[in-house]
C-alpha cells in the first residue's frame, strides 16, 4: 500500500524553526506533485504549501510566504517544509499529500504536530 509518513514536528516557541519531512513509500513519486496541508481545532483544513513533481515550482499560501519553504529530493522519495520564524497561528496538524499527475488520484499522510507556544 502507498504510505506517506511525516514527521518533525514538536513544541517550539514563538520565532523558532522546524523542518516537517515527509517520505513515501510504495510510490513513484516523481509522478507525483506534493503538498502540505495543515488544519487547527475548529478550522479548515489549508494548503500551506505545494511543490510540482519535478520540483520546478512552487506555491504557498500567502500567511507563509517568506517564511516557509517547500523542497522535493526525488532520489529520497522524500518532500520537505522548512518553517522559519514561527507563530502561534502556525500551530496545526501539518500533513502531506501526492496527487498523481495523470489522474485525478492523491493520498494523504497522518500528519505531524506542530505547536508554537511560549
Known amino acids: 500500500q502507498v504510505q506517506l509518513a511525516e514527521s518533525g514536528g514538536g513544541l517550539v516557541q514563538p520565532g523558532g524553526s522546524l523542518r516537517l519531512s515527509c517520505v513515501a513509500s510504495?510510490?513513484?513519486?516523481?509522478?507525483?506533485?506534493m503538498s502540505w496541508y495543515r488544519q487547527a481545532p475548529g478550522k479548515e483544513r489549508e494548503l500551506v504549501a505545494s511543490?510540482?513533481?519535478?520540483?520546478?515550482?512552487?506555491n504557498y499560501a500567502d500567511s507563509v510566504k517568506g517564511r516557509f519553504t517547500i523542497s522535493r529530493d526525488n532520489a529520497k522519495n522524500t518532500v520537505y517544509l522548512q518553517m522559519n520564524s514561527l507563530k502561534a497561528e502556525d500551530t496545526a496538524l501539518y500533513s502531506c499529500?501526492?496527487?498523481?499527475?495523470?489522474?485525478?488520484?492523491?493520498?494523504w499522510g497522518q500528519g505531524t504536530q506542530v505547536t508554537v507556544s511560549s
Open positions: 499529500k501526492g496527487d498523481w499527475v495523470r489522474a485525478s488520484l492523491a493520498f
Open positions: 510504495r510510490l513513484t513519486f516523481s509522478l507525483y506533485d
Open positions: 511543490i510540482t513533481s519535478d520540483g520546478g515550482s512552487t
